[in-house]
């Protein structure tokens, strides 16, 4: 079991950066997929970025590639998101998430999940 904790979110303006830190807790938290992911009231969750155990290979969404960068910490277990040049359309509250195995679909199937820390870009 996993328990995930977000913190760094925040208001900015456009064109400014922030970073969002997840705190895993749990034996095993540093080898689990992780991902980050966004949610606008009344619109579906998408996701941003995930990041495979192990080796570390990244995945993004079109629309933050090349602004955002995940990491991970697997000696602290923390997860990271550095987003830079934001956009107000980044405006969402960001979740991280976490699960076993990052498989083919790595944007479905997130077994745990943090509260959320809310990020406006104005």
């Known amino acids: 079991h996993v328990q995930l904790v977000e913190s760094g979110g925040g208001s900015v303006q456009a064109g400014g950066s922030l970073r969002l830190s997840c705190a895993a807790s749990?034996?095993?938290?540093?080898?689990?997929?992780m991902g980050w992911f966004r949610q606008v009231p009344g619109k579906e969750r998408e996701g941003v970025a995930v990041?495979?155990?192990?080796?570390?290979?990244?995945y993004y969404a079109d629309s933050v590639r090349g602004r955002f960068t995940i990491s991970r910490d697997n000696a602290a277990n923390t997860l990271t998101l550095h987003m830079n040049s934001l956009k107000p359309e980044d405006t969402a509250k960001y979740y991280c998430?976490?699960?076993?195995?990052?498989?083919?679909?790595?944007?479905?199937?997130?077994?745990?999940w943090g509260q959320g820390t809310q990020v406006t870009v104005s």
């Open positions: 749990g034996s095993t938290g540093n080898m689990y997929c």
């Open positions: 990041i495979y155990p192990g080796e570390g290979s990244t």
């Open positions: 998430a976490a699960k076993r195995v990052c498989g083919s679909d790595i944007w479905s199937g997130y077994m745990y």
